[in-house]
């Protein structure tokens, strides 16, 4: 895993197609939104890493045209490769350090930590009620 996947081409090759071209600049200075929070995206998740390596993998052949059926680049092949070994269960706890690098370089406002709702909030207040209904189930109260 030394080096496997960290290259700094792979991730200015993700915030072209994810963020936006100028967002590979220390200042972006996009005007519009980009791909990632167009659909909601807060996080790279593992097919984002392997889409991108092969988009990378691609434009670094001499091949003129992206296809499946490619047998000189394979690039179907070589996408599902990748997400193989993401999605490995013995390889889990490299591929969450992975992803945690990943996303601080990606999007800077990323926490790995789990956010908690607040005491107030609607989330927290079913969560609440939940409990106290299992609570009351397990009693036979219910």
């Given at each position: ?63 003129q ?16 490769s ?9 390889e889990k ?8 690098l ?7 406002l ?33």
């Amino acid at each position: 895993w030394n080096g496997l996947l960290h290259s700094g081409l792979l991730v200015s090759a993700f915030k072209h197609i994810f963020t936006s071209p100028s967002s590979v600049d220390q200042e972006p200075k996009a005007m519009r939104s980009g791909n990632a929070r167009i659909h909601g995206m807060r996080a790279v998740t593992k097919a984002s890493i392997a889409y991108v390596a092969t988009q990378a993998h691609f434009g670094l052949t001499s091949t003129q045209v992206f296809s499946r059926t490619d047998h000189v680049t394979d690039s179907e092949r070589f996408y599902n490769s990748i997400l193989d070994l993401l999605d490995d269960d013995n390889e889990k706890d490299k591929v969450d350090q992975l992803l945690t690098l990943w996303n601080r370089q990606v999007f800077p406002l990323y926490s790995d930590i789990e956010r908690l709702p607040s005491k107030n909030s609607a989330l927290a207040r079913i969560r609440q009620k939940r409990a106290e209904y299992k609570e009351r189930q397990e009693n036979g109260t219910a």
